[in-house]
């Protein structure tokens, strides 16, 4: 046996030590951002993102309501009084009483399939000479034109594009044509932007190219920040054309509205129209399905807007960004937003690191949520979208995972101790036991004190002794699961092929004092191996048992028995174990625990047990079972 | 006396493996005055043992339990038990003698150890030379030595087969080839079953030879002393 040569072995166990905290600390946190960074690119979080920047902005508080826009509005009433189709002269009139009031822009968010007789020129000869209107068509999905003769920049479509919930948080505000995809000069614009640039006309402030971003629009020196694939929460949205997102009108009453019967009859004061912009629109529900919104909704039980005042949001955000530098939605870049991430989860990571107990974390924790959302409801008040969902998710991902490693340390905590523990005793049983022996006999020697044979004795106690400790060492080992405590504190290791624990199992039985027992002679024993892949660790504790149960019940009950046999047998995937013993009684004052124990283990391994005399005097205990047959439970 | 296939002359072959250099020269030395005539082979540890038997073919193979794997590791008992254990699988037939401290762990390979059809003795390290040496005589014939393995164990377990061959023996009173032909198994392994029956019943060749008795009939008498034959 060779010493071992402790000092050589620390330093190396000190760097792996290390490396390993290292590793303990930070990897969690790496794995769990990491993992929410991943789910957040490949679009995991997309809707949650979206639906907190709903939430965050309807819980802004309300606003006064615009003073650049009038809605006129033709519902189910009005369109019973004028008819449907609505007829061209209805329209003519109206537009003609409007002028009336000098108002700076008319919007006729009318598409031709409204309208009596699109294709004909009669709309745009009655009211053609208006500079201030301005009609609708559809470019994409489908083709519907305006009303004919009007000039190009007298045209604006009103085609959205659905977010993939079907919500509209956003607005396209240019286009190419479908048609002529690559011809500038067939570049169209909204409805929103046309009637937003003509009112600022008049205030000298011209749409032009973004000068920070030259595909955006810009008026003045307002650029309306452009929406791109990954803007905010988004992930791969179609950013095609120019569009923004949509920043609603806070409030119940965002719009003055005028339903069209009060203009006929005059219902209404002069100075609602007078400078203003005016968009004319249907909003009966069956005849223009309103669009589905989430921040704010006008048709008072389905989250929706109207169309006519989708359109009528858009420019009074248009309007309010360059006049009253209302904010629009900004976001930051991409890469920025990850960083934001990174940086803003690392931080809770590391502050829910530095806390010791786990009541603090959960406050730590707690604290930087809620003030995550305080920040990110401040910065869409300023009118700033900044990620929050993963950060919201980083934490508590964070968090349980500690909790589940800190679990399993203490587990090993445990162990560890429980190691300690022994270690102790070990050292105390060899101070206490053969070290004070030996010293002795040093003594007795160093006196000439002693005989040879006391010597000898004295060497073979201490053997015995030393020996007794690595026995009690290798049997703490041993985990509880894994062991079966037998007579004389013997412990079985239940992972040793099952054949020989049978084999320990009857000598240690046998051993023991049961009266029958004396008179035992033959004790004849044989055990085939077993194939124990099938067998779970609580089976083979059964087995055992087992065994062990019909031994003991041959030296209670059987009489004066000289011959006991027990024999385990493998035929073909057949095995049997059977006890045999020639005593003169009968073993059948055993139904109590006996054969439950028995029984219970004979379904277990879906085999049958028999216990019966035999007609030359004595017992047979049988328990078999078809290998095969357990190979089917999945262990 | 069991034949051993020896492959050409009668020179007597023992391997050693003990990785304690004292010990190892001390037990060669001893080896070598009993038997003059020998070739003795050590190895260091199990795998160069392994080697060793394959292209040695020793008539015994000298076992110490606490044995590294190669020269370097730790001295384990468990690298004995598995070597053991590889020697019975892979040489049924060979001849084995174990010195060790710590007979004890061999309890795990009774079963291995009852069905070996070699010689097998047994001697914890602890005993006076000239026991070890009779043990290890004993291997070499192909008689079994267990008697410290039981030690502490009351009583006597056998296996059903040597009960057969007590019955077929003294109670019909068959010879060995008889015997062999009603069990259907071979003379030899009748001759190994008496070899594991006299070291139950602690009947020892050498014991035999210095009292003068005959140990088929020291075996008859003492079955019935022990009530194995009624």
Known sequence: ?635 | MINQDLPDSQTLKILVVDDHELFLDGTIKVLQTQYPNAVIESARNSRKLLAAVQQFKPKLVLIDLSIPEITGEFARTETGLQLLQTLMQNYPTMNLAILSSNIKALKQLRPEIEAHQGGFSIADKSLPNKDVLARIDCAMNGFTHTKDLRNGTTGIEIKPEWLTVLNLAYREGLSDRAIAQRMNVSERTVRIYFSRIYDILGIYPEDCRRNGQNPRIQTEIRAREEGLLP
């Open chain 1, 1 to 635: 046996m060779k010493l071992v040569h402790l000092s050589n072995l620390i330093p190396k166990r000190q760097l792996r030590h290390r490396v390993v905290t290292w590793c303990s600390h930070a990897l969690p946190g790496l794995v769990i951002t990491g993992l929410v960074v991943i789910a957040r690119f490949s679009g995991l979080l997309q809707g949650l993102e979206l639906f907190a920047l709903d939430l965050l902005l309807k819980a802004r508080p309300a606003e006064s309501q615009d003073e650049y826009i009038v809605l006129i509005s033709i519902d189910r009433q009005d369109l019973n009084q004028i008819g449907n189709p609505i007829p061209n002269q209805e329209i003519i009139n109206l537009v003609n009483t409007l002028q009336s009031y000098q108002p700076s822009v008319i919007g006729l968010n009318l598409l031709g399939s409204l309208l009596s007789d699109p294709s004909s020129k009669t709309l745009f000869n009655r009211v053609g000479r208006y500079k201030n209107l301005v009609v609708v068509e559809k470019l994409l999905s489908e083709r519907i034109h305006p009303p004919a003769g009007f000039p190009l920049d007298q045209v604006g479509f009103t085609d959205i594009y659905l977010d993939g919930d079907n919500y509209l948080r956003r607005m396209l505000l240019g286009t190419s044509n479908p048609a002529q995809p690559d011809n500038p000069e067939e570049f169209r614009f909204s409805l929103a932007i046309r009637l937003a640039e003509l009112y600022l006309k008049q205030q000298n402030i011209v749409l032009k190219n973004g000068d920070r971003d030259p595909l955006a629009m810009q008026l003045g020196t307002t650029e309306l920040p452009r929406f791109l694939p990954n803007s905010g929460g988004y992930v791969n949205a179609n950013a095609n054309g120019v569009q923004i997102l949509l920043n609603f009108r806070m409030g119940r009453q965002p719009f003055r509205t005028i339903p069209l019967r009060d203009i006929k009859s005059k219902r209404f004061d002069p100075e609602w129209l007078r400078g203003r912009v005016i968009i004319i629109g249907v909003t009966d529900n069956n005849l223009r399905t309103p669009i589905p919104t989430r921040v704010t909704y006008s048709t008072g039980f389905t989250e929706s807007t109207h169309g006519v005042e989708v359109q009528a949001h858009t420019v009074s955000q248009i309007l309010n960004s360059v006049l009253n530098q209302r904010p629009n939605i900004n976001t930051w870049s991409e890469d920025w937003n990850y960083l934001w991430i990174v940086i803003a989860g690392g931080t809770g990571i590391i502050a829910c690191q530095i806390t010791q107990s786990f009541k603090q974390k959960i406050i730590v924790i707690g604290v930087i949520q809620i003030s995550l959302l305080a920040l990110s409801y401040f910065a869409i008040n300023v009118g700033l979208w900044i990620p929050v969902i993963p950060i919201l998710l980083i934490l508590p991902l964070y968090l349980g995972l500690e909790l589940i490693l800190r679990y399993k340390l203490i587990e090993k905590q445990r162990t560890i101790n429980q190691r300690q523990q022994i270690i102790n005793h070990t050292f105390d049983v060899i101070h206490n036991g053969p070290l004070q022996n030996l010293n002795n006999v040093i003594r007795q020697l160093r006196d000439r004190n002693l005989t040879e044979s006391k010597l000898l004795s004295e060497l073979e106690e201490l053997n015995n002794e030393i020996r007794l400790i690595g026995d009690y060492l290798k049997q703490e080992s041993l985990s509880p699961e894994k062991t079966l405590y037998l007579h004389k504190n013997l412990r079985l290791d239940l992972t040793l092929p099952t054949h020989k624990l049978f084999f320990m199992i009857f000598t240690n039985t046998l051993e023991r004092d049961f009266p029958e027992f004396r008179t035992l002679k033959q004790k004849v024993r044989h055990f085939d191996p077993i194939d124990d892949q099938y067998l779970s660790l609580e089976v083979k504790r059964e087995l055992c048992l087992f065994l062990e149960e019909a031994l003991i019940n041959v030296g209670k009950h059987a009489e004066e028995p000289t011959y006991i046999s027990a024999i385990g047998s493998n035929t073909k995937g057949c095995y049997t174990l059977r006890i045999t013993d020639n005593g003169k009684g009968t073993c059948l004052s055993t139904q109590g625990n006996g054969s439950e124990l028995a029984n219970r283990l004979a379904a277990q391994l879906k085999g049958t047990f028999i216990r019966i005399p035999l007609k030359e005097g004595g017992t047979v205990c049988q328990l078999d079972w078809i290998e095969k047959a357990l190979s089917s439970k999945s262990k």
